[in-house]
């Protein structure tokens, strides 16, 4: 079987080659096509798979090439991690929305909305040449802002294309050990779209354990969402939200901070990643070690505006560990290609799952996957509050593709301007010429 990997010089494909290297299965991957724009990149990452590999007789195959027809010819499975304006792009967006006094954060307010401009129209192409050269392909995208990302490409391939996210992953993980139940077999009630949703249940044996931990203010200091947000607003809740709606309740703190920082965080991931790459370039460079090295700091400064903002200093041990979007990702795999039926956290078309949002929405909720792929499970309605922020950053979701469809500069600002993070429609026309002014990518939205 054959995997193409889009963003395969990306920094965390070797997350995704160390699960495929514990499948010794019938029909697992045999082969892996690496594609990049960047040559460079590409050779710093196959080093690293090239170490990964040593131990096992039976690796993967990895090939890489700059030629994206190349990489998709033959593929059964496609996975997609692309990141259109590397991370100079990231820094680019945080800066112009934080000089405007408003989030820049890569897949959440202004940096979100600039992000997703500049990704959907090459998206779009992906999914055309994979509708063309591997029609009977899965997509997995990895590429944020996920759901908005899934939804561009689902307008070609449909539901061959799967978003996945290891935020709800890893707080179902949290929340399941500190209650003492199984994460493999407790049920997670999850629901909202990527990057803004709640965790509104967890059923061992048939009963909603999320009561008691709700109760005890002990136990939620014990994990990370819960000291994010604080016992007082999660008893008001009723729920733990996804790590990222912290930009959503606590906002005015959450700017200050990464006004305040240093550097944000994407111009740390721009200059640590940068060192990563320059090292492997130099011969004699243990490559595992070095990329394992530059991981571990990673992880450790993961949202460390965040917990500055709410005052819980540096993350725990326990907390360091991610949802695993690599396992996720494997999960998702086989069972499709093997219809080993199981249960993930996806983003997928709505089908009627939530009743605020149409068919074709997509949405991150739980879903029974099998050989036919990823199906919604029914969900509860959502509160009156949740139901405003999903339905409001929906709107924005399809203002930004009918932008990135139609090169308005007028539905750009539409997007920016509904968005709750974004106050002003001024702000919003000054981010649209301060993106377009930083990215030639944005450069497209020149018409009325």
Not at 64 to 78: N, S
Not at 156 to 171: A, T, W
Not at 200 to 216: C, K, N, S
Not at 234 to 240: D, K
Request: hydrophobic residues 45%; contains cysteine; proline residues 4%.
């Amino acid at each position: 079987m054959k995997l193409t990997i889009l963003g395969g010089g990306g920094f965390r494909v070797p997350l995704v080659y160390g699960a495929l290297l514990g499948d010794h299965a019938e029909g697992r991957v045999t082969r892996i096509a690496l594609h990049d724009v960047d040559a460079g990149r590409l050779d710093a990452v196959a080093g690293v798979l090239a170490e990964q590999a040593a131990a096992h007789k039976d690796a993967p195959e990895v090939g890489a090439t700059t030629d994206l027809d190349e990489a998709l010819r033959g593929a059964d499975f496609v996975f997609s991690a692309i990141r259109v304006g590397g991370l100079e792009g990231r820094a680019a967006d945080e800066r112009v929305a934080l000089a405007e006094g408003v989030l820049g954060q890569e897949t959440v307010g202004a940096g979100g909305i600039a992000y997703g401009l500049r990704t959907v129209p090459v998206a779009v192409d992906i999914a055309r040449r994979v509708a063309e050269l591997a029609p009977d392909a899965w997509v997995i995208n990895f590429t944020n802002p996920a759901g908005l990302v899934t939804e561009a490409m689902s307008r070609v391939l449909g539901d061959r294309v799967i978003g996945i996210c290891d935020s709800p992953v890893g707080l179902g993980r949290r929340v399941a050990t500190t209650l003492g139940a199984d994460p493999a077999t407790a049920w997670i009630d999850y629901v909202g779209l990527n990057h803004l949703g709640w965790l509104r249940g967890l059923r061992v044996g048939g009963h909603d354990q999320l009561p008691r931990l709700l109760a005890d203010t002990e136990a939620l200091a014990s994990f990370e969402e819960g000291r994010l947000f604080g016992p007082e607003w999660l008893r008001t809740l009723g729920a733990i939200p996804n790590e990222y709606l912290h930009y959503y309740y606590f906002n005015r703190e959450t700017v200050r901070a990464y006004q305040e920082a240093k550097q944000t965080r994407g111009a740390f991931l721009h200059t640590q990643q940068a060192g990563f790459y320059e090292e492997m370039r130099q011969p004699g460079t243990p490559a595992l070690a070095t990329w394992r090295r530059t991981l571990a700091e990673r992880e450790a400064t993961y949202m460390a505006a965040n917990r500055e903002a709410a005052g819980i200093g540096e993350r725990d041990d326990d907390d360091l560990e991610s949802g695993g979007y690599e396992k996720v990702a494997l999960a998702l795999m086989r069972a499709v290609a093997r219809d080993e039926r199981t249960t993930l956290i996806l983003n997928v078309r709505n089908r009627g799952t939530l009743s605020v949002l149409d068919a074709d929405a997509v949405v991150e909720v739980p879903c029974f996957v099998d050989a036919n792929g990823a199906h919604p499970v029914a969900v509860d309605p959502l509160p009156l509050h949740a139901v405003g922020l999903v339905t409001a950053v929906k709107a924005v979701e399809r203002e930004v593709l009918t932008a990135a469809e139609s090169g308005s500069r007028a539905v750009a600002v539409k997007a920016f301007a509904l968005h709750p993070l974004v106050d002003s429609v001024n702000v919003a026309r000054r981010l649209v010429d301060g993106y377009r002014a930083e990215h030639p990518g944005l450069r497209y939205l020149n018409r009325p």
